[in-house]
């Protein structure tokens, strides 16, 4: 089997506003494939409303119909895409063939971004978060602290998907945009390599309550909620299990449910998906173990269910603290076992506070194991000025309503 390179994925761009671009994948398979193109096309704000994906377990091809915007870039997203596609190697003829040996990449350097500015303002973290998305630098880290003056100083731990923030001319663009965003206010920015040793130390520590109310296996009522309803069935193939999950759409459906199965080691050997207007979601899953055979054991299955289950009702856990005096915004999301955190949350949190005319005071990002389980926690301390009067729920539930894209 072979594909010309350029042919590994396709984009045909949407003529009209609201019609939908159709992205193809044809390459090699790989246990996780259809999670890593989901979390791309979720990074660059893309919604999926149908997919269907197939694969003979050595060659996958995969069709995602997606809502895009204005002003997406979908050049960049093809190579994002292709980066993650099995490498292929080149015959004499041109074709590209499967190589069935794949090197696991060394993990990104880390830098250390930071910055002061004469003065804090609304929106500020949320437009140098924009930025930094912009440029391709995936934050990992953040903490943000406002000195008695006024000033704030922000370090940001942040990779870079184009792996040149060692060089000055990368470093200066990335510079000279942050100078565009923030104007006079910015004193002085410097990036440099983060050492280990600073990184430790960016570590936060979680109180034991919070993970208590936070991080409980099961929330009371969630599970039984009939807003999700998933089914395993192995009577309609001889070789795989049938899974059917009937749900509302959120922002990220489709990847919560890949990376769920890929952290599992189950593979998809055909899946279909459809979101209709009214933003209910069905999928179709005929899946199967890493050795090859369908879930038999009513057990797995069941476990399965009740895990994928949980994924889709409860992504992200989103609650709001007291914090002695002040009011605390914690939202954490489930890492991959690869270690890559869910896109873009930092983004919808800062965006979400900014439309709420919401200062933040500082911001503490970091890693938790929690009952087995790695979390991204964001603890954001709000900046409660003369006049703030918004209930805690209604702030609450306006973040949650903009990390699963209800607003």
Request: glycine residues 6%; contains cysteine.
């Amino acid at each position: 089997m072979g594909i010309i390179y350029e042919d590994v994925v396709l984009i045909k761009v949407a003529e009209k506003a609201f019609d939908h671009t159709v992205i193809t994948v044809n390459c090699p398979d790989k246990t996780g494939l259809g999670c890593d193109l989901c979390r791309i096309i979720l990074l660059f704000g893309l919604s999926i409303s149908r997919g269907d994906v197939q694969t003979d377990g050595k060659w996958c091809y995969s069709l995602f119909w997606v809502v895009g915007k204005p002003m997406t870039r979908w050049s960049l997203l093809k190579k994002r895409l292709l980066e993650v596609c099995p490498t292929c190697t080149p015959a004499v003829s041109g074709i590209y063939y499967y190589r069935p040996e794949f090197q696991k990449p060394r993990p990104p350097d880390i830098f250390l971004l930071k910055f002061w500015c004469s003065y804090d303002r609304k929106g500020l973290l949320h437009d140098v978060t924009l930025v930094l998305c912009e440029l391709e630098l995936t934050i990992k880290r953040v903490k943000v602290s406002t000195a008695p003056d006024g000033r704030v100083m922000d370090l940001f731990f942040v990779t870079d998907t184009r792996e040149l923030l060692h060089t000055e001319k990368r470093q200066e663009e990335v510079i000279d945009h942050l100078k565009a965003v923030l104007g006079d206010a910015m004193l002085n920015c410097e990036i440099e390599l983060a050492i280990p040793e600073v990184t430790a130390c960016s570590q936060s520590f979680l109180p034991s309550s919070v993970t208590e109310d936070m991080f409980r296996l099961e929330v009371p009522g969630v599970l039984a909620s009939s807003s999700v309803s998933i089914e395993g069935d192995n009577n309609l193939s001889p070789s795989h299990t049938l899974v059917q999950v009937f749900c509302q759409d959120h922002k990220g459906l489709i990847y919560d449910i890949m990376r769920a199965l890929k952290d599992n080691n189950i593979q998809i050997s055909y899946g279909r998906f459809f979101a209709n207007p009214k933003r209910n979601c069905e999928v179709d899953l005929f899946i199967m173990q890493a050795d090859g055979k369908k879930i038999i054991d009513p057990h797995k299955q069941n476990a399965l269910c009740s895990l994928l289950r949980m994924e889709l009702i409860h992504p992200l856990r989103v609650d709001i603290i007291n914090r002695g005096p002040d009011t605390e915004l914690l939202v954490a999301n489930p890492v991959e076992l690869s270690g890559r955190g869910r896109p873009l949350v930092f983004y919808d949190i800062t965006l979400a506070l900014k439309h709420l005319n919401i200062g933040i005071f500082s911001v503490e990002i970091g890693r938790h194991m929690i009952h087995d389980r790695e979390w991204e926690v964001y603890r954001i301390l709000l900046d409660e000025y003369d006049g703030f009067s918004l209930p805690r729920n209604d702030i609450k539930e306006c973040v949650r309503k903009k990390l699963m894209g209800w607003e």
